[in-house]
């Protein structure tokens, strides 16, 4: 094992040999095609829109083994990174340029008994953390664009465990958890130094997220605190040394709890947090419940306002329901709201980055659950509502193993730390994703228009973004995920739907190919209008059977 002080520097030219007979059997596979999907539906009046999906090229990577998997990590304009394991202690790291052929691939070594982790990425180079649960010894591999690699081991807190990995430079930013307790640890890789960065003092914080300002190099961490039934939020900014320069409080209404939230900077001056709040009397210490979409302004670090917006005032969130489940939803909101009151709601939102359009703000994300195989407790677990999308198991303080004390950090989902089983026998069975929704505010934060996009039968062992937004020249907005080898999409002029096609099949190589199965596909943007989908299939065509990683390159 490496100590702490340790680095060691490859070059692209120190390669496997063998993966080049890899990548020339993927060669094979590769091909450009002019075929071209088309998807016209005439709209209200004269109104017409089309949506266009074309599949400008593919790469097949050979899955011979059910444990050989590929990372995937967009550069934008730069390319594409692949990151797979080829044993135990070895793995390959592969950059494609923006027409999907091979610039560089290189090899690294991977310690005893660490596993991959995350990556991040900075905008100038890949950064990929290696490690394992309840550990205070790491490997962090920096690997530039043109292929230079600097391996990094570093140590640090006993049993800290790791929740969010970014970074900026040689500036390392890791949050996570020591004895059910916060922490934001800071490392120079450079220098090998590390120190715990200075945080919230409030009892009963959780670190919701970290992100990464690579405009102004800055990095942004989202705490939870709680006192009682109150939740607020409060953000913190720290320089790419670890400088903190700037502290956000969003305290909620008396009424109201602010379970989750993400900030964002629009300018030197001006931020954005947005997230989900809930009834505080709905708050308790096993369980956080959610109501509908704040969004607070925040000019020089001071709150400026803050509105919220109920899922019950949108007119589009709740029709991924049947339509019999529809009508008896809106006859209820309309009686409560005749009564002053409000149907009382639980979903969970995993919020977008903001776009901004002439002006005004779009917000998306997915409304997704927890499913749980019970057994020992009957269908639905110790309660009635565990599995369901309408009520809340986040109970995870005092019963599992990260008491989190009912605040939602999607970290603590996160199947590789383990919250996997309760007490109670329950086995984590993946996310349950219901449907997408996009909203559009003005700079008020007044609530203009909203839609939404169902999803079909699609679960995932990991919490992340599946579904992806873009806004068109002539100002509708497409929305689109990726499932069992298909895209679905829909067009939206704001409140109206201009095009909800059946889904877009992703092309396979050769015509006689029949894809027998698909798992774990994802669609992410890429640069300009392209786009990359990607993901394992099992296919039969002419020369027989094979299991590929595949990446396709689509332009919409």
């Not at 091909?31 to 004269?46: A, E, H, I, P, R």
């Not at 009957?378 to 605040?407: E, H, I, R, T, V």
Request: charge should be neutral; aromatic fraction near 14%.
């Amino acid at each position: 094992m490496k100590t702490h002080n340790e680095s060691i520097v490859h070059s692209p030219q120190q390669q496997d040999h063998s993966f080049a007979v890899l990548w020339a059997r993927a060669l094979r596979r590769i091909y450009s095609t002019s075929f071209l999907y088309c998807l016209l539906v005439t709209g209200f009046g004269l109104f017409t829109t089309e949506l266009k999906a074309q599949t400008v090229k593919r790469v097949e990577l050979p899955t011979p083994g059910a444990n050989e998997s590929y990372h995937t990590i967009s550069l934008g304009a730069k390319g594409v990174v692949l990151v797979s394991q080829l044993s135990k202690n070895t793995f390959n790291i592969q950059k494609l340029n923006v027409d999907l052929d091979r610039d560089w691939s290189i090899n690294g070594t991977i310690e005893d008994n660490l596993d991959f982790i995350k990556s991040s990425y900075d905008g100038q180079s890949i950064y990929l953390l290696f490690s394992r649960s309840r550990t205070d010894f790491y490997q962090v591999v920096k690997v530039g664009i043109a292929g230079f690699m600097e391996t990094f081991y570093l140590t640090s807190v006993d049993r800290f465990q790791i929740t969010d990995f970014q970074t900026i430079g040689y500036s390392v930013f890791m949050a996570g958890t020591v004895r059910d307790e916060p922490m934001l640890l800071y490392t120079n890789l450079a220098s090998k130094q590390s120190k715990i960065l200075p945080g919230v003092t409030q009892a009963n914080t959780v670190i919701q997220s970290v992100d990464i300002d690579t405009v102004h190099h800055l990095v942004n961490v989202c705490y939870a605190a709680r006192k009682g039934r109150e939740i607020k939020l409060i953000s913190r900014t720290y320089d790419e040394y670890g400088q903190s320069v700037g502290q956000v409080m969003v305290s909620p209404d008396p009424d109201y709890s602010l379970l989750n939230g993400r900030l964002f900077m629009l300018n030197d001056s001006t931020k954005l947090m947005i997230g989900t709040y809930g009834f505080r009397n709905m708050q308790g210490n096993n369980n956080s419940a959610s109501q509908g979409l704040f969004l607070s302004k925040i000019v020089y670090d001071e709150v400026e306002f803050t509105q919220y917006h109920s899922f019950t005032d949108f007119k589009n969130f709740f029709n991924f329901m049947s339509e019999r489940e529809l009508e008896r939803m809106q006859r209820k909101i309309e009686r409560k709201k005749e009564n002053g009151d409000d149907v009382k709601l639980n979903y969970r939102l995993l919020v977008h980055d903001i776009i901004e359009q002439n002006g005004n703000y779009l917000i998306s994300g997915e409304v997704f659950y927890p499913e749980y195989r019970n057994n020992t407790n009957g269908m639905y677990g110790m309660n009635s509502w565990w599995g369901s999308p309408f009520m809340s198991p986040w109970g995870m303080g005092g019963m599992g193993m990260f008491p989190s004390y009912g605040l939602w950090n999607p970290y603590y989902w996160d199947p590789w730390f383990g919250a996997r089983r309760m007490n109670n026998g329950q086995q984590f069975n993946g996310f349950i994703y219901t449907h997408a929704i996009v909203a559009g505010f003005n700079p008020k934060g007044d609530l203009l228009w909203d839609n939404s996009l169902p999803f079909e039968n699609v679960r995932s062992m990991e919490l992340k973004e599946k579904v992806r937004v873009k806004t068109n020249e002539d100002q509708t907005v497409s929305m689109f995920y990726s499932n069992k080898g298909a895209i679905k999409a829909k067009v939206f002029d704001k409140d109206r739907v201009l095009n909800d096609r059946h889904p877009i099949p992703i092309m396979t190589a050769d015509a006689g190919d029949k894809v027998r199965q698909t798992s774990t596909d994802e669609v992410l943007y890429w640069f300009d209008n392209y786009y990359l989908a990607f993901g394992y299939q099992r296919i039969t065509g002419d020369d027989g059977r094979r299991n590929v990683f595949y990446l396709n390159k689509i332009s919409f």
